[in-house]
């Protein structure tokens, strides 16, 4: 996976956490120094969540640290076998912790990659605080000299992209309703960064490989050493570096590296159309002019008579009709040009736990072809009008 060339060598100096019950606050301090702290801060750059008793409440386990023989058990000494996939930032290997036999994944951050202890402590930071059902759960990290590395949990289905590219023979093909429960899933994940924490947190780096999956298909998002405390106050946007990866990256972004939590938005509304036509967001292997997910989207979104070629041939016809047409009109509103004319992710959230909701039945229910009956084109809308029904 390739990152955006951000704009400046990362920052190297380890921050601190700050902690009481659910507050974080960033500063620049070694990873060391780590401690918790009597009170809330008032400063803008702490971070807390409201608690939704449904997911959990507060009863989380906090991050353990590992001396670094423990994870070379865990992992036979990060064995080729082990190996469970690569990414800009290290290798990721599954193990098992031999004081408590739990199965996990640890990832081992590139001592000479481009993202660095900042990257580390972010996500540890993050994931310290930040709980949800889609969200991958941190079980702990590693600081042992330079060795950085992260326990998560082990999600046995692997990514996203995994089943939606490059798919090995033999594997299931995700079916219509599977692909819209990671979509709701995944949404909600997003909305709890989005509405839940405060600031917001806006994740930055939506995109498959970051959306893992449980048993069932459960989806987590994972990957937050990109994350960023969002806007407080009046404003609107948090000046950055641009990061992320080609692709998935909102074009306002991408130009003036003016993040807002309608770039998280467009990156989704990208992960959306993956999941609906099965297609890469960059695929250089493909004709001119369909490289670009969404710039071969867009004209098609305008003529419904269209609609049914963007869905995945992998799914064989076997989808309902009208929620084809209502998950590209909500993808549609996602990847807009314009950041106020994408919706919040709470609506996309509403809409798409009812897509999720209506189930397809591929034994009874016929196979689509091209013919298609009258469809309401994707409607857009503001802000103000956000408790407005997307269709
Ligand atoms: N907790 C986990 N459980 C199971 N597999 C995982 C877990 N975390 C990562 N993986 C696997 O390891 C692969 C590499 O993950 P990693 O996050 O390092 O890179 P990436 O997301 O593919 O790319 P990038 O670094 O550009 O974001 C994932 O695609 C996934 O298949
Ligand atoms: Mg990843």
Redesign the pocket.
């Known amino acids: 996976?390739?990152?955006i060339p951000c704009s400046g060598k990362s920052n190297s100096k380890a921050k601190t956490k700050k902690e009481r019950k659910n507050t974080i606050e960033l500063q620049e301090k070694p990873l060391d120094q780590i401690k918790p702290t009597s009170g809330i801060s008032k400063t803008n750059s702490t971070l807390s969540v409201k608690e939704d008793p449904k997911d959990g409440g507060s009863d989380h386990i906090a991050a353990q640290t590992f001396v670094f023989r423990e994870l070379v058990a865990a992992t036979r000494n990060f064995r080729a076998e082990c190996l469970?996939?690569?990414?800009?930032?290290?290798?990721?290997y599954?193990g098992r912790l031999e004081s408590t036999n739990q199965v996990?994944?640890i990832?081992q951050l590139d001592r000479n990659g481009l993202?660095g202890n900042r990257e580390f402590l972010v996500e540890v930071l993050m994931l310290s605080l930040l709980h949800h059902p889609n969200l991958?759960n941190l079980i702990g990290y590693c600081a042992d000299g330079d060795q950085r590395l992260l326990v998560?949990?082990?999600?046995?289905?692997?990514?996203l992209?995994?089943h939606l590219h490059d798919i090995s023979p033999g594997k299931r093909r995700l079916d219509w309703n599977t692909r819209m429960k990671i979509a709701a899933g995944a949404a909600k994940g997003l909305e709890y960064l989005h509405d839940k924490a405060s600031p917001p947190v806006i994740y930055r780096?939506l995109?498959c490989?970051?959306i893992?999956l449980g048993e069932g298909y459960h989806p987590?998002l994972?990957?937050f050493g990109l994350a960023k405390l969002g806007p407080v106050g009046d404003n609107t946007h948090v000046s950055t570096r641009v990061m992320g990866?080609y692709g998935y990256c909102a074009p306002e972004y991408a130009m003036t590296g003016q993040l807002t939590l309608k770039s998280d938005v467009y990156s989704f509304g990208v992960v959306l159309l993956e999941i609906i036509t099965g297609r890469k967001a960059i695929d250089n292997s493909r004709a001119t002019g369909e490289q670009n997910l969404v710039a071969w989207a867009r004209p098609l979104f305008k003529d419904r008579k269209k609609f049914s070629q963007m869905a995945d041939p992998m799914l064989q016809g076997q989808y309902p009709q009208r929620g084809l047409y209502q998950a590209l009109a909500v993808a549609a509103m996602c990847v807009q040009e314009q950041p106020n004319m994408r919706p919040v992710i709470a609506d996309v959230v509403t809409a798409l736990t009812y897509l999720a909701s209506q189930k397809h039945d591929q034994e009874t229910q016929p196979v689509q072809s091209s013919r298609l009956a009258p469809c309401t084109p994707p409607r857009t809308k503001r802000d103000s009008e956000r408790k407005a029904q997307l269709w």
């Open positions: 996976m390739g990152w469970l996939g690569e990414g800009g930032f290290g290798r990721v599954k996990v994944a990832k993202q991958v998560y949990e082990y999600m046995p289905l692997g990514s992209e995994d780096d995109k490989s970051n893992l987590k994972s990957d990866t």
